[in-house]
T-cell receptor, first 112, second 113 residues
């Protein structure tokens, strides 16, 4: 069965610094996708970045990049130049048969 | 272009009652999924609707039921509420041919007393 593991319940980062949020996954599928979502206190899940298992390049979207290491089954999110507005919950997820499977999330707090 | 909308925003019920939550998908989307997010947890898949039929279901009891209307909007019904049903309920919509891309609504926060 698919499983997503996020081992960091909470992280702190100083404003303007970079931070890495860890995600490991377990899947028996040959082809799969990995997603990162941001959830502010308002509750809405905001899509950040996607990585396909056959993508040769690591995905990047503005200040977000995904450090994809297939052999290690890890898909860590890197946020560069952190901003106060980045304070939120972050979820790693995979999609299987139309449904998302989420990890337990990491709460990020950006310090001024 | 309106995104996914959900109503109500907040809801307080007592044990044993029944509740209906509503979701309107993003314009052009025909598929609606529902997720339950308990405090401190990631969202858990409840079920998905397409063409007014339940397409797939997660590990939730029959107390959880749903419906999709011809305009693609959807309802989630929960009967015989338990304290453990207190959670944020998220709706996500997508286009059937682009199932990898799901857009979430702001959620309905249900409190069961």
């Amino acid at each position: 069965a698919q499983k997503i593991t996020q081992t960091q319940p909470g992280m702190f980062v100083q404003e303007k610094e970079a931070v890495t949020l860890d995600c490991t996954y377990d899947t028996s599928d040959q082809s799969y996708g990995l997603f990162w979502y941001k959830q502010p206190s308002s509750g809405e899940m905001i899509f950040l970045i996607y990585q396909g298992s056959y993508d040769e390049q690591n995905a990047t979207e503005g200040r977000y990049s995904l450090n994809f290491q297939k052999a290690r089954k890890s898909a860590n999110l890197v946020i560069s130049a952190s901003q106060l507005g980045d304070s939120a919950m972050y979820f790693c997820a995979t999609l299987r048969t139309y449904k998302y499977i989420f990890g337990t999330g990491t709460r990020l707090k950006v310090l001024a | 272009d309106a995104g996914v909308t959900q109503s109500p925003t907040h809801l307080i019920k007592t044990r044993g009652q029944q509740v209906t939550l509503r979701c309107s998908p993003k314009s052009g989307h025909d598929t609606v999924s529902w997720y339950q997010q308990a405090l401190g947890q990631g969202p858990q898949f409840i079920f998905q609707y397409y063409e007014e039929e339940e397409r797939q279901r997660g590990n939730f009891p029959d107390r959880f039921s749903g419906h999709q209307f011809p305009n693609y909007s959807s309802e989630l019904n929960v009967n015989a509420l338990l304290l453990g049903d207190s959670a944020l309920y998220l709706c996500a919509s997508s286009f059937i041919e682009e199932a990898d891309t799901q857009y979430f609504g702001p959620g309905t926060r249900l409190t069961v007393l």
